[in-house]
């Protein structure tokens, strides 16, 4: 079970871009690198998903380095209602199972006005 | 196209007693896992379940106990409720074939145990 390092907390104001680097020593091979975003009150929702590189979608982007042993999300422009907890999350998603939902305590965003 | 569906939204037990908890998952999705959600923590993974059969386990005390019906929906039992079961109880869904693409959550029922 690939564990994850995150900071506790960030703050940004809006219309900046926000960087959330999560770390993972003991991913394996197979592991794939998912992000969350929840809202209180709300199960977390699927941000990004991604093996190696970069991948971008309308919402963020995620950064793989080559040896894998971290990951960045990036959220470009934040506003207000990106103030959320964000959690990385590490797991081979061909083998459904705990391995790919372990959270850890996530990355608590706040956006200032 | 219905996401995860759980009912209810809101519980409040007194301890001592029993709750189920149900949820229905998103249409194509075979899978059903639980997670018990404290204030301010992560969510914890209670068990998951497959082919009406629980899979996977957390380290979660008997009490906690489930169920999973032929059309893919879920229960999941609580007994001898204690205050500590105060959280919120998270429902996820997926395919068995894989979860590229994450997984998809519920809304969560908030239970108070008083």
Redesign the interface.
Known sequence: LAKTTQPISMDSYEGQEVNITCSHNNIATND?I?W?QQFP??????II?GYKTKVTNEVASLFIPADRKSSTLSLPRVSLSDTA?Y?CLV?D??Q???N???????TRLTVIP | DAGVTQSPTHLIKTRGQQVTLRCSPKSGHDTVSWYQQALGQGPQFIFQYYEEEERQRGNFPDRFSGHQFPNYSSELNVNALLLGDSALYLCASSWSGGALGGYTFGSGTRLTVV
């Not at chain 1, 009150?41 to 699927?46: D, M």
């Not at chain 1, 790919?100 to 996530?106: A, V």
Request: proline residues 8%; without cysteine.
């Open positions: 794939y998912t969350y009150s709300q199960g977390p929702r699927f998903q907890v959690y797991g998603p061909d459904t199972g705990a790919n939902l372990f959270f850890g305590t996530g």
